[in-house]
């Protein structure tokens, strides 16, 4: 799957794990191309996740520590659509600031999905 961002910027994955936390009900992007095979809203046995380019979306502690489980034997990218972090647990701040200094997990704020297709995700 080719991720297409709206400033002309690319990258290719198989797989989109959407990784959005839980209130009262599951939180859903609503946007075309969430309910198929493409996307996915729980992580279970992240262990058994090897050699994928993944992209995650959303920006609390699930997301983070999705993550966080996926980045040692996997490319991990991380979008959320505000320009900054606002309520994660310090522990995870910390592990997750590392991980992005260190290039093991790409960062992309403010960047809203628009579409997942089968073979391409569209940003605003």
């Known amino acids: 799957m080719k991720i297409e961002i709206i400033n002309g910027e ?14 009262r009900t599951q939180c859903q992007l609503n946007v075309t191309g969430e309910n198929t095979e493409k996307a996915a809203y729980r992580l279970l046995e992240a262990e058994d996740i090897i050699g994928k380019n993944i992209l995650l979306v959303g920006g609390g502690d699930s997301a983070i520590e999705s993550a966080l489980l996926l980045v040692d034997k996997n490319k991990v990218t991380l979008s959320y659509r505000s320009d900054k972090f606002n309520r994660l647990k310090s ?6 600031n590392v991980a992005i200094k260190t290039g093991l997990i790409d ?16 940003y605003k």
Do not use: A, D, P
């Not at 690319?10 to 209130?23: C, D, E, N, R």
């Not at 403010?110 to 391409?120: L, P, R």
């Open 107 to 122: 960062m992309k704020f403010s960047y809203n999905v628009v579409s997942i297709e089968q073979e391409n995700v569209h």
């Open 91 to 96: 522990k995870n701040t910390e592990k997750f």
């Open 10 to 23: 690319s990258f290719t994955t198989k797989t989109v794990l959407l990784t959005i936390g839980w209130i």
